[in-house]
């Protein structure tokens, strides 16, 4: 149906796109418009600072000054990594980062390296806390546990390639483990194991919830894991922010609902009260944000079942970063390498007690140069600590380093990210789900009411079909919107329903569910 909505709206012909949310989706968007296209568009972000999931801050600890990324960390692979080029114009011939931005790098994959120099086994059983190489430490289930992960990216050796096929990532790397045969220790080097692809799948609390179409989805780029350790992140935002106007962003400035059926063309509510009008409207929150949306009904009308139900098979799971100052150096401790932590499952005796969270924890890294520890969160454990106030989360993470390090540890504080209790993000990124279709995610970037007339437009790393989740998969969907629309604008003067565009054939638009 269409909206009929308020009888006058302010016109505002250079505001002709409105972008919600100035993440990297919605900030690549804006740029291309500007540079490629000529067309003007204005972001409306509900926090009061850019970015959304990239978020850096600088630190100044133990006489160094350094950068703590509190979302995005990585370019996961340097080639064809849109976020990178962005950053070194030339990267491809270059084939490494400017001296000046001199970057960590790591390998991905070989899982077992974790576990190769050392471990902190917790043992709640034996009156030792805590070894950090125990003797029962084997490789074997980690190397088993690699081979799946990598012949399950191996999309023709395995046959799930419809969502009835589908079995849930665990359970297809419980059965090439065969954990029901493991001994208990080795199950709990799986646990932790299980924990880490938790997070760098974004899943909440177990693989359970993951499709194993992920491994045949996502497509990993050639190249290290490179980090922008001197500026962090942040540096892509800035470089976004270069080529857009200061005034084309407006902060604090929270979408409340979006009319994209209105008679007059599609139309944005705030939550100041004010109202904008725009020729187009790119809607780019995350996948949790669009969800709590629907069921507060901002989308008007509705968003039509398709987008619902492949909204459904796509999650975005609570993974959080914890960094800890030190007041004073650890004992005999790894520097700069992750150390897991093998959690035994005996209940704690009173002696031992530590909060429930702690046992989320799967690794912990250590940096002696800044005296900082930092370790992530999934799930359950990731909720209960971002809930705690300043002083307990002080009092806890002490305690709770104190047990794995095997030494009184003092913290002087603690930094949290809080990706899940942000109304604005709500989450960390997008997996998919258990029984989701291959075509999931790019029906959710289909435009509304229909590809020949995108009034309302998706961006977001979600909607990215082989990126999502990451930074260049953000600033890709964004530039494929801009791209969209523009052509749609270029070819139509005007967006508002034409004598011909009746209600009854924009339902037939609406409800097409192929
Ligand atoms: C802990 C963590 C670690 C990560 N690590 C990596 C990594 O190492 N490498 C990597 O490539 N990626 C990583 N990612 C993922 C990456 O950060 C995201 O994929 C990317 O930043 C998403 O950008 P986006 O523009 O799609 O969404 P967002 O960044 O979420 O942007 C959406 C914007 O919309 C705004 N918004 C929401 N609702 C409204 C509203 N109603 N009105 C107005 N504005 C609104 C939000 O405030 C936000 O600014 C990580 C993410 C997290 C959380």
Known sequence: MCDPGPSSLPEDGRHSVAIVGAGLAGLSAASRLRLRHGIHATLFEAQSRPGGRVFSRQLQHCGHEFVIDLGATWWHGTHGNAAYELVFENALRRDAPRKEEESDRWNEGDRALLFSTS??????????????????????????????????????SHPLKTGDNDRSMRDTLERSVNYDALPDFERCVFQTLDKLECCWNGCSNSTRDMSTHRSSQYITLPGDNVRPQRTGMTVVVDKLLSSLQPAQILYNKSVTSVHWQHEQGPHLHFSDGSLRKARAVLWTPSLNVTKQAVKQQLFRPQLPQFKLKHLEQRGQGVVEKVFVLLETHLLDFVSDAAVPIIWLPAPPPATLSCAAWCKGAFAILYSAEKRLVSFWLNGDPALELSQLSEKQALEQVSSFLSLVCDQKVSVTSVIRSNWCCNPFVLGSYSYPRLGCSLESVDRLADPLPSLEKPVLCFAGEGTHPHFYSTVHGAIESGYREADRIAAFLTRTPDVGPTATDTPRRQEKALTSDT
């Open 119 to 156: 471990a902190i086994v917790v043992d709640f059983n034996s009156h030792v806390r805590t070894s950090r190489i125990h003797p029962r430490l084997s490789l074997s289930v980690a190397r088993a546990y690699d081979r799946a992960i990598e012949a399950l990216s191996d999309v023709d």
